[in-house]
T-cell receptor
């Protein structure tokens, strides 16, 4: 099976712009979670989608949003970018949403905000 | 708040055994997972402890004590390729589903 894919891999934006990142989960996986990784804050949970519904949300401002399509692909959007949004954005997929489910991570999108 | 604390860096030599600790300050964790992340790579799953005790998977073992809010990852017969960051992650019920809360991460440097 192909792994989790994320596009684009690298992105440079300027403050105030908006950005959309894409994640394609492993075939058959219905849960997609998004994380932000920065050197100072580590890996922080953004949100989780399952069957096109947001099931969980982390402590991020409303500028961060996401959605999931019927084929389980997911997108996340960040509006009005700030310098502090520079980070590696990781998505992870799993078959279900149980605590025992292994999450499979994609390679990430590295976003630089200038 | 919810936090999982790990040592920031650990150094060991090839062939040795190293233990990476994880202590947490929250309740409601169903279990503890461990992930490995090489520099520039994606985190990959290593182990999951649903119950207290020791889980062994090859050279890696993981331990959980929920009464002590403590867990650790034990790496034996260290190899150079084990140099990476290691994260513990607590599985917490979040309403309709569950989410992972990651620890601060430990950078392991294996020296020859």
């Amino acid at each position: 099976k192909a792994g989790v894919t994320q596009t684009p891999r690298y992105l440079i934006k300027t403050r105030g712009q908006q950005v959309t990142l894409s994640c394609s989960p492993i075939s058959g996986h219905r849960s997609v979670s998004w994380y932000q990784q920065t050197p100072g804050q580590g890996l922080q949970f953004l949100f989780e989608y399952f069957s096109e519904t947001q099931r969980n949300k982390g402590n991020f401002p409303g500028r961060f949003s996401g959605r999931q399509f019927s084929n389980s692909r997911s997108e996340m959007n960040v509006s009005t970018l700030e310098l502090g949004d520079s980070a590696l954005y990781l998505c992870a997929s799993s078959f279900g949403t149980g605590v025992q489910e292994t999450q499979y991570f994609g390679p990430g999108t590295r976003l630089l905000v200038l | 708040g919810q936090s999982l604390e790990q040592p920031s860096e650990v150094t060991a030599v090839e062939g040795a055994i190293v233990q990476i600790n994880c202590t947490y300050q929250t309740s409601g964790f169903y279990g503890l997972s461990w992930y490995q992340q090489h520099d520039g790579g994606a985190p990959t799953f290593l182990s999951y402890n649903a119950l207290d005790g020791l889980e062994e998977t090859g050279r890696f073992s993981s331990f959980l004590s929920r009464s002590d809010s403590y867990g650790y990852l034990l790496l034996q017969e260290l190899q150079m390729k084990d140099s990476a960051s290691y994260f513990c992650a607590g599985a917490k019920y979040g309403g309709a589903t569950n989410k992972l809360i990651f620890g601060t991460g430990t950078l392991l440097a294996v020296q020859p």
